[in-house]
């Protein structure tokens, strides 16, 4: 909606009550047309807003709360977060996962489908969904982490829980994650499954060893990485170091899924600790080197590994102690010009939330 009609909002109640009404139906006939909902529907709410703006000598110069976006508007959220969002005002999940919960009096339409959906209902990935007269809703993140397009008047209310996407705004300022082409979401891209390929990237930057790897030169036996492209250079220097052995002699697989056991294992070879091929006991590794705590080891064994996991593995790597050193990862990188104390200072202020 425009945010003429964000302004009046409260005078137009009336005026949306029974536009609503023919649109929606009752709760024994809750369906209501998308292309009504998407032009009657919306023209005649225009109509009326612009009217009543008109009488109340009003224009479009007026403030917009700053919870309020008159055109679409995207947030990043975390677990258990809530958007707010109050007549008229809309949603669309575009990653992540949430549901919807409102009073038995109020109603929410999927306008995508054209239908109004119950109170617990969970969102599907790019449908809209509208606060109907007379509603507040909630649409509450059930990830670990969301991105939400918004119009209208959107109040989040944030949890306590893990925010993993102030750990990506964090390695990001540290020059350590860049993101994806995605074009939503800062590009994040928290809420998919690390390729290989990524995560070894990540553990090039890890190392401090990024500016080598993308001046490497030279030839690698797989046939899955295209010669000239970036991602030969990586893996490329990866091999040529030592540091990865690829899939099989041949391939790479730089698509391939990768899983919170190797990347793990990548951290402690790039800080320092001894390698191995046992995967199996690098939780307990890790925990050793004070790189994770019990809670973390945990949360990894049982979760899926997502970039969210990979991004909180790296950041939380950065306070740990190198071997038989007083130092941290984070002073190595410091040493090695990959970010300055300015920096890293600045990036540690971005992560407010509690370790698991």
Not at 44 to 71: E, H, I
Not at 129 to 137: C, G, K, P, Q, V
Not at 277 to 285: E, H, S
Not at 307 to 333: C, F, H, K, M, W
């Amino acid at each position: 909606m425009r945010k003429k009609f964000l302004i009046l909002l409260p005078v137009c109640v009336l005026l949306l009550a029974a536009v609503w009404a023919l649109a929606a139906g009752d709760a024994a006939d809750p369906l209501a047309t998308l292309s009504y909902l998407t032009g009657a529907f919306t023209d005649a709410v225009d109509q009326r807003v612009d009217q009543r703006l008109n009488d109340a000598g009003l224009s479009d110069a007026g403030s917009v709360p700053t919870a309020s976006a008159p055109t679409w508007a995207e947030i990043r959220l975390k677990g258990a977060d809530d958007a707010v969002c109050s007549t008229g005002s809309s949603v669309l999940l575009l990653a992540g996962g949430a549901y919807v919960s409102y009073p038995s009096s109020g109603a929410v339409v999927d306008v995508t489908a054209g239908t109004v959906v119950p109170s617990g209902t969970v969102l599907a990935v790019n449908h809209r969904y509208m606060a109907a007269e007379d509603t507040i809703a909630h649409f509450v993140i059930t990830s670990k982490t969301a991105v939400l397009d918004y119009q209208g008047d959107v109040s989040p209310v944030y949890s306590n829980a893990v925010d993993y996407n102030a750990m990506a705004a964090a390695l990001k300022q540290l020059h350590l994650f860049r993101g994806t082409l995605t074009g939503y979401g800062q590009g994040f891209d928290l809420e998919a499954a690390p390729t290989r390929l990524q995560a070894l990237i990540m553990f090039i930057r890890v190392l401090g060893e990024e500016e080598q790897a993308l001046a490497w030169t030279g030839t690698t036996p797989f046939r899955d990485v295209a010669p000239g492209t970036e991602a030969e250079k990586y893996v490329g220097y990866a091999y040529e170091r030592g540091y990865t052995t690829g899939y099989s002699a041949t391939e790479f697989r730089p698509a391939g899924a990768a899983n919170a056991f190797q990347y793990t294992e990548f951290v402690l070879r790039a800080m320092g600790y001894s390698a191995s091929t046992n995967l199996a006991d690098v939780f307990q590794r890790a925990m050793d080197a004070g790189v994770l705590t019990a809670g973390e080891a945990d949360m990894l064994r049982q979760d899926r590994f997502l970039r969210a996991e990979l991004v909180y593995i790296s950041y939380y790597a950065l306070e740990a102690p190198l071997p038989n050193s007083g130092r941290t990862l984070a002073d190595q990188l410091m040493d090695a010009g990959v970010f300055t104390a300015g920096e890293w200072e600045t990036a540690r202020g971005l992560v407010t939330s509690w370790r698991l």
